[in-house]
């Protein structure tokens, strides 16, 4: 492995322009703004066209630190909209933000970066650089290379995963290492050309070594998490206050200040990656299997908990947020909603709300509790701080510093 910083805006071999395949989601988006306050000219090739109006009125479709502003001032100029793959062929780089999701079985889905591939092959020309972005199945960039190569002779392929948090990209991509890859020599040398137009430093490794690395961030996590949410449960289910042993373990003690609070750990990656690190290692993975059951338990434990003390089969529950996380609108694999399943197998009604987000179903905070029987903090948000219930709760989180059981 091996450090370089760059030493100015723009590294002394120019790296070109920029397709970001992908480009109006999470990942996308940010990225392609960042290259374009770089000063690279930048197209955000997406089959999602419906997002396009929006983004050429300067709105983001999604929460992001900072992103309005960029947009508004790069589109329409070195930044533009595409959903025409010929795009693809009149820029010196692709970035591919296509990744290997699982399926059902918990197995890392290649062939939906293998169609990726096949559909926009045939605009991509030997000279052009081809980045993969997303999270994929160790040993994907060398099989995506080798197939590339069958239909572009002579591309370089490279993979630079990316490790940032909803609604902070920006800030993230351009203050954080970012870990960079590549096939052939050539490929990793565009790869530093091009991302040290953007971040401070780069990290290179092999491009197996860079796929571990990024799925062990996540699994990391995940099990971090998990540690935390059993610990939440040996507490809860025997009526102890498992914030008051979490305050006083932490409390000027630094060995100890990595422990975080409980809560539902869900979103699109930690879970996902965590699966597909262990189908890697043929399902010989029982930290992270283990993570998985105590993560996704949580919801039902929680159900149990707040039955055994209120019984709920005549109650009205609300829930309290349904974003994956805090102060952000994304619903991507939320454990609230596998919350709200459990809840009405088990109680009279289910009122949901959150700051953030919406759907047609949900309620306005005011009407969610007045309603409720007993609350369920299913998102930390930051509105819900100064909350003052009056009824039964729980609050996993402890956001609102009256502990982690069921508050009666």
């Given at each position: 492995?091996?450090?370089?910083?760059?030493?100015?805006?723009?590294?002394?071999?120019?790296?070109?322009?920029?397709?970001?395949?992908?480009?109006?989601?999470?990942?996308?988006?940010?990225?392609?703004?960042?290259?374009?306050?770089?000063?690279?000219?930048?197209?955000?090739?997406?089959i999602n066209a419906n997002v396009f109006a929006q983004l050429?009125?300067?709105?983001?479709?999604?929460?992001?630190?900072?992103?309005?502003?960029?947009?508004?001032?790069?589109?329409?100029?070195?930044?533009?909209?595409?959903?025409?793959?010929?795009?693809?062929?009149?820029?010196?780089?692709?970035?591919?933000?296509?990744?290997?999701?699982?399926?059902?079985?918990?197995?890392?889905?290649?062939?939906?970066?293998?169609?990726?591939?096949?559909?926009?092959?045939?605009?991509?020309?030997?000279?052009?650089?081809?980045?993969?972005?997303?999270?994929?199945?160790?040993?994907?960039?060398?099989?995506?290379?080798?197939?590339?190569?069958?239909?572009?002779?002579?591309?370089?392929?490279?993979?630079?995963?990316?490790?940032?948090?909803?609604?902070?990209?920006?800030?993230?991509?351009?203050?954080?290492?970012?870990?960079?890859?590549?096939?052939?020599?050539?490929?990793?040398?565009?790869?530093?050309?091009?991302?040290?137009?953007?971040?401070?430093?780069?990290?290179?490794?092999?491009?197996?070594?860079?796929?571990?690395?990024?799925?062990?961030?996540?699994?990391?996590?995940?099990?971090?998490?998990?540690?935390?949410?059993?610990?939440?449960?040996?507490?809860?289910?025997?009526?102890?206050?498992?914030?008051?042993?979490?305050?006083?373990?932490?409390?000027?003690?630094?060995?100890?200040?990595?422990?975080?609070?409980?809560?539902?750990?869900?979103?699109?990656?930690?879970?996902?990656?965590?699966?597909?690190?262990?189908?890697?290692?043929?399902?010989?993975?029982?930290?992270?299997?283990?993570?998985?059951?105590?993560?996704?338990?949580?919801?039902?434990?929680?159900?149990?908990?707040?039955?055994?003390?209120?019984?709920?089969?005549?109650?009205?529950?609300?829930?309290?947020?349904?974003?994956?996380?805090?102060?952000?609108?994304?619903?991507?694999?939320?454990?609230?909603?596998?919350?709200?399943?459990?809840?009405?197998?088990?109680?009279?009604?289910?009122?949901?709300?959150?700051?953030?987000?919406?759907?047609?179903?949900?309620?306005?905070?005011?009407?969610?509790i007045a309603q409720a029987d007993a609350v369920i903090i299913?998102?930390?948000?930051?509105?819900?701080?100064?909350?003052?219930?009056?009824?039964?709760?729980?609050?996993?989180?402890?956001?609102?510093?009256?502990?982690?059981?069921?508050?009666?």
């Amino acid at each position: 492995m091996s450090e370089s910083s760059s030493t100015s805006a723009h590294p002394a071999d120019s790296p070109g322009t920029v397709a970001v395949v992908g480009g109006a989601g999470h990942v996308g988006l940010p990225l392609g703004l960042s290259f374009a306050a770089a000063g690279l000219r930048v197209v955000l090739f997406d089959i999602n066209a419906n997002v396009f109006a929006q983004l050429r009125d300067g709105h983001m479709p999604f929460m992001e630190e900072g992103g309005a502003e960029l947009l508004r001032a790069h589109m329409g100029k070195n930044l533009t909209l595409s959903n025409d793959p010929e795009c693809l062929a009149q820029v010196d780089n692709i970035v591919c933000i296509v990744g290997t999701p699982i399926d059902e079985h918990l197995n890392p889905q290649v062939d939906h970066l293998l169609r990726t591939v096949d559909e926009i092959g045939k605009h991509l020309r030997s000279t052009q650089l081809f980045v993969l972005r997303s999270t994929v199945f160790p040993g994907a960039t060398e099989a995506i290379d080798r197939h590339l190569q069958r239909l572009v002779p002579g591309i370089d392929v490279a993979f630079c995963p990316e490790r940032v948090t909803q609604g902070h990209a920006l800030r993230e991509i351009s203050g954080m290492p970012q870990i960079i890859s590549g096939v052939q020599e050539r490929a990793l040398a565009r790869a530093r050309a091009l991302f040290q137009t953007i971040c401070p430093t780069t990290i290179e490794l092999e491009p197996i070594e860079a796929e571990l690395a990024k799925l062990f961030c996540n699994a990391w996590r995940y099990i971090t998490f998990a540690i935390a949410n059993q610990f939440y449960t040996v507490c809860a289910e025997n009526r102890i206050d498992y914030y008051a042993i979490w305050e006083a373990m932490r409390r000027d003690y630094p060995r100890m200040q990595g422990l975080p609070k409980a809560g539902f750990a869900a979103g699109p990656c930690l879970f996902k990656d965590t699966m597909q690190l262990a189908s890697f290692f043929a399902n010989d993975f029982p930290l992270g299997h283990s993570a998985m059951l105590v993560n996704e338990q949580l919801p039902r434990r929680i159900v149990r908990l707040l039955d055994q003390q209120i019984h709920l089969a005549d109650k009205r529950v609300a829930i309290l947020g349904m974003t994956f996380k805090g102060d952000t609108d994304d619903f991507r694999e939320s454990l609230a909603f596998k919350l709200r399943k459990l809840l009405q197998l088990e109680c009279r009604e289910v009122l949901c709300t959150d700051e953030y987000a919406s759907l047609p179903w949900f309620v306005p905070l005011e009407e969610a509790i007045a309603q409720a029987d007993a609350v369920i903090i299913g998102a930390p948000h930051s509105r819900y701080h100064s909350l003052k219930l009056d009824k039964p709760f729980v609050d996993p989180w402890n956001i609102l510093g009256r502990g982690g059981l069921v508050n009666l």
